[in-house]
């Protein structure tokens, strides 16, 4: 059975950093490509970055580049996403999600919070 469980999630000043992790388990880890996403209340979800399965090639939206980083660890079956800078519009539910290269995202976490205070 296929798990993903995200933390580290929480309130945080503007300007502040975050790092998110995503414990993936019941999947090999270099064989899926992996994404970190978002939502806000009232939002469509956005694809914030995405990393394939051979860690070769991440792609990062523009509307946090420069500021997140996507990474993982193979041998820890775990992504990262590493927020800098952030601000209040970054206030949203971040989710990662797993995707069996060439398909949709069919495996998804529960989800953690982040607030971002003006």
């Known amino acids: 059975q296929v798990q993903l469980v995200e933390s580290g999630g929480g309130l945080v000043q503007a300007g502040g950093s975050l790092r998110l992790s995503c414990a993936a388990s019941g999947l090999t880890f270099s064989s899926y490509t992996m994404g970190w996403f978002r939502q806000a209340p009232g939002k469509e979800r956005e694809t914030l970055a995405t990393?394939?399965?051979?860690?070769?090639?991440?792609y990062t939206a523009d509307s946090v580049k420069g500021r997140f980083t996507i990474s993982r660890d193979t041998a820890k079956n775990t992504m990262y996403l590493q927020m800098n800078s952030l601000k209040p519009e970054d206030t949203a539910v971040y989710y990662c999600?797993?995707?069996?290269?060439?398909?949709?995202?069919?495996?998804w976490g529960q989800g953690t919070q982040v607030t971002v205070s003006s």
């Open positions: 990393i394939i399965w051979s860690g070769r090639n991440t």
């Open positions: 999600a797993a995707a069996t290269p060439g398909k949709r995202y069919e495996y």
